[in-house]
Nanobody, 129 residues
Framework: QLQLVESGGGLVQPGGSLRLSCAASGSTLDYYAVGWFRQAPGKEREGVSCISSSGGSTKYADSVKGRFTISRDNVKKMVYLQMNDLKPEDTAVYYC??????????????????????WGQGTQVTVSS
């Protein structure tokens, strides 16, 4: 059973940066795509970014393109989300999740929470002055 734990959230001022980490244990991460999702109060969970099992393919929601960068290190069983130029609307609980590689491929136009199987518990990101 794959287990995921997020870390790196916190309070940051607008324009600031944070780096979220997703640590995997219990099983190999190598075969899974990993996505980052977020959920703000009163809103549905939305896909932010995903990365294929090899790291060769990445996707981003339009709202974060050019500001967020996803990466992974399969040896360390870690996935990262570097978030720059943060805005108040980025405030949310951020989750990482693992799922079949197909769902982070060129066949998919969006990053859909229901396609991912294993989930972390989330980490709060608050962007406020």
């Amino acid at each position: 059973q794959l287990q995921l734990v997020e870390s790196g959230g916190g309070l940051v001022q607008p324009g600031g940066s944070l780096r979220l980490s997703c640590a995997a244990s219990g099983s190999t991460l190598d075969y899974y795509a990993v996505g980052w999702f977020r959920q703000a109060p009163g809103k549905e969970r939305e896909g932010v970014s995903c990365i294929s099992s090899s790291g060769g393919s990445t996707k981003y929601a339009d709202s974060v393109k050019g500001r967020f960068t996803i990466s992974r290190d399969n040896v360390k069983k870690m996935v990262y989300l570097q978030m720059n130029d943060l805005k108040p609307e980025d405030t949310a609980v951020y989750y990482c999740a693992a799922g079949p590689n197909y769902f982070c491929s060129d066949y998919m136009s969006t990053i859909r929470p229901n396609d991912y199987i294993y989930w972390g518990q989330g980490t709060q990101v608050t962007v406020s002055s």
